[in-house]
T-cell receptor
Framework: NAGVTQTPKFRVLKTGQSMTLLCAQD?????MYWYRQDPGMGLRLIHY???????AKGEVPDGYNVSRLKKQNFLLGLESAAPSQTSVYFC????????????FGQGTRLTVV | GDSVTQMEGPVTLSEEAFLTINCTYT??????LFWYVQYPGEGLQLLLK?????DKGSNKGFEATYRKETTSFHLEKGSVQVSDSAVYFC?????????????FGTGTLLAVQP
């Protein structure tokens, strides 16, 4: 079972470059999330989606955009990367039923220089 | 808004010691509560959960009880092992509507020494 797969696992960007992180899940989950993890800050929600074609802002959305054109995929885009976006990014998915847990990908370590 | 507060780490214990990691929450309604564990270089995995007041979640020797009166969900283990060294996150899931977010605490690093 693949579960939640993130691509790529590592990336180094120069300031101002753009990139897209891909999250794919094969569990037919309705909800998908993008978090960033920084030392001492825990996981902070960037954007989330409650279904195909719908997205919403989380706690720290500035500088990021997302799209959910297919139910199984959730893309996170950085249009103009900044050093402050150096972080580990995690995608998660869960069903739309109450009280269910989320499943996480392995993470993407992004460094912006 | 909803929030989770957990004790700061790192927590350093000797093998076979008793573990408690405190977690308190603020939420409207009746959230579900979770503990996740993150081993080095990996994503988060569910450790245990509780979905209503007085429920006890348990897994791999870890336990946590959903205490609505104290808005707490403290994680405990009677005898830790070196293999338990990881970061532990307390989380809650909001109780209503389509915006069923997962809110995480800042994580607590546990280091168990042989």
């Amino acid at each position: 079972n693949a579960g939640v797969t993130q691509t790529p696992k590592f990336r180094v960007l120069k300031t101002g470059q753009s990139m897209t992180l891909l999250c794919a899940q094969d569990m037919n989950h309705g909800y998908m999330y993008w978090y960033r993890q920084d030392p001492g800050m825990g996981l902070r929600l960037i954007h989330y989606s409650v279904g195909e074609g719908t997205t919403a802002k989380g706690e720290v959305p500035d500088g990021y955009n997302v799209s959910r054109l297919k139910k199984q995929n959730f893309l996170l885009g950085l249009e103009s990367a900044a050093p402050s976006q150096t972080s580990v990014y995690f995608c998660a998915s869960r069903t739309d039923k109450l009280n269910t847990e989320a499943f996480f990908g392995q993470g993407t370590r992004l460094t912006v220089v | 808004g909803d929030s989770v507060t957990q004790m700061e780490g790192p927590v350093t214990l000797s093998e076979e010691a008793f573990l408690t990691i405190n977690c308190t929450y603020t939420a409207t309604g009746y959230p579900s509560l979770f503990w996740y564990v993150q081993y080095p270089g990996e994503g988060l995995q569910l450790l245990l959960k509780a979905t209503k007041a007085d429920d006890k979640g348990s897994n791999k020797g870890f336990e946590a009880t959903y205490r609505k009166e104290t808005t707490s969900f403290h994680l405990e283990k009677g005898s830790v092992q070196v293999s338990d060294s990881a970061v532990y996150f307390c989380a809650l899931s909001g109780s209503g509507g389509a915006t069923n977010k997962l809110i995480f605490g800042t994580g607590t690093l546990l280091a168990v020494q042989p």
